[in-house]
């Protein structure tokens, strides 16, 4: 069995000395043997296939453990994240996210893993926003952008949501989870829904 401790920091960030020890603590408190760390600086908004983590996953076994310090690490993306529980499930692997107190294992969840995910979903999509937005404020700003509120009629503010809305609805996602997440009414959503349809 082996257990990594899986950290990706974006640009924004300084260290990782302290979710290295949290990990470790963690570990060894459930005994978890020797943990191995798996690091990797790039934005989150680079899909997971195509990273470190991609590989890692492909090379992890059954009972092997993946511990995260929150599941935002993982990906900025809500739907990417459903994808990695998801795999991690189906290939037996342990995932634990320090965060969010969370672990996938059937003892931990039994057979409520979908709506235990839903239910993190909200909680988990309000920080993934917020460093989104944070990391490409920083990455105009140093591009010399104007920064500022894209205008224009006939836009709506679900637009830039477009392929998380729709994985999300084919995950099976309530739409009105769905909406209350993007902090719109359910019939704008039906309106978005329709236009891109």
């Known amino acids: 069995m082996a257990t990594i401790g899986f950290l990706r920091v974006s640009t924004l960030d300084q260290d990782t000395e302290k979710n290295k020890l949290d990990i470790l603590q963690f570990a060894n408190a459930r005994k978890l043997g020797n943990v191995e760390f798996v690091e990797e600086k790039v934005s989150g908004t680079k899909d997971y296939r195509k990273r470190k983590l991609g590989a890692l996953l492909d090379t992890m076994a059954k009972g092997d453990v993946l511990i995260v310090p929150e599941l935002s690490r993982i990906a900025r993306s809500i739907t990417q994240i459903l994808e990695v529980i998801k795999i991690t499930k189906d290939k037996g692997i342990i995932l634990y996210s320090l965060k969010e107190n969370f672990c996938n294992s059937e003892e931990s969840i039994s057979n409520t893993v979908t709506s235990t995910i839903f239910a993190l979903v909200a909680q988990i999509e309000r920080e993934l926003i917020s460093l989104r937005t944070r990391e490409a404020l920083h990455a105009r700003k140093l591009a010399g952008v104007k920064l500022g509120r894209p ?36 019939g704008n959503l039906y309106n978005f829904l329709a236009k891109v349809s």
């Open 151 to 186: 205008k224009g009629k006939g836009k709506s503010k679900l637009d830039n949501h477009k392929e998380d809305i729709l994985k999300m609805l084919s995950l099976g996602v309530p739409k009105t989870m769905i909406a209350k997440q993007y902090d719109t009414s359910i």
